[in-house]
Structure formats: C-alpha cells, structure tokens
C-alpha cells in the first residue's frame, strides 16, 4: 500500500519560511502526478500546486504562485514544498496527494498523507 508522510510544519511569523516534506513508500513519486493541499478551518481544501512527469510539468495556485516552489527529489524519493513569505492567511493543515491527473483539483487525487499543520502569526 502506498503511504505518503508528511513533515516540517510548524509555528512562524509573518514574513518567515517553512519548507515541507512528503516521504514516499511503496511507490515511485516521479511515476506519479503529486499535488500539495491546505486545509483552513472552515474552509474547503485548497489545490496548491502540482508537478507531474518527473517535474518537467508543474503548476501553482495563484495565490501562492512565486512564494511557494514544490521540487521533487528523485534519489529519497521526496517531495518539497518550500513556502516563503508567508502569510497569516496561509495558516491551515498541509497535505501531500498521489494521483495520475495533472490538477489542482483534489478528486484527481487517490493517495493522500495524514497531513502537518502550518501556522503563521502575525
């Protein structure tokens, strides 16, 4: 079974940076298409970004268009999501996804992680 697990959430002030990382089992990430998701209380799961065929496509949410990089590392066989400039608005529970759909459209996605928290003060 394929299991995807989430790291590197945390407490930041405004302003700051977080990287994000989704550790890949039982599964080749560059096989698949990956997505990042956030999850605001309250709100519904918002689409990041997504990277397919090995990175050589690769897509982001306006709203964290030129602020967040999403990279794949082959070799661990990660996924990164560096989030820099980060907003109070930017606080929500982050998730990793595997699926075979370039989209930012969570129903493409089948495989998902238990998530990380990421909190913006301020």
């Known amino acids: 079974q394929v299991q995807l697990v989430e790291s590197g959430g945390g407490s930041v002030q405004a302003g700051g940076s977080l990287r994000l990382s989704c550790a890949a089992s039982?599964?080749?990430?560059?096989?698949?298409?990956l997505g990042w998701f956030r999850q605001a209380p309250g709100k519904e799961r918002e689409g990041l970004a997504v990277?397919?065929?090995?990175?050589?496509?690769?897509s982001y949410a306006a709203s964290v268009k030129g602020r967040f990089t999403m990279a794949l590392d082959k070799p661990t066989n990660t996924l990164y999501l560096q989030m820099n400039s980060l907003k109070p608005e930017d606080t929500a529970m982050y998730s990793c996804?595997?699926?075979?759909?370039?989209?930012?459209?969570?129903?493409?996605?089948?495989?998902w992680g238990q998530g990380t928290q990421v909190t913006v003060s301020s």
């Open positions: 039982r599964v080749a990430l560059s096989s698949r298409c």
């Open positions: 996804a595997a699926g075979l759909t370039y989209s930012l459209d969570e129903a493409d996605f089948r495989t």
């Open positions: 990277i397919c065929a090995g990175g050589l496509q690769h």
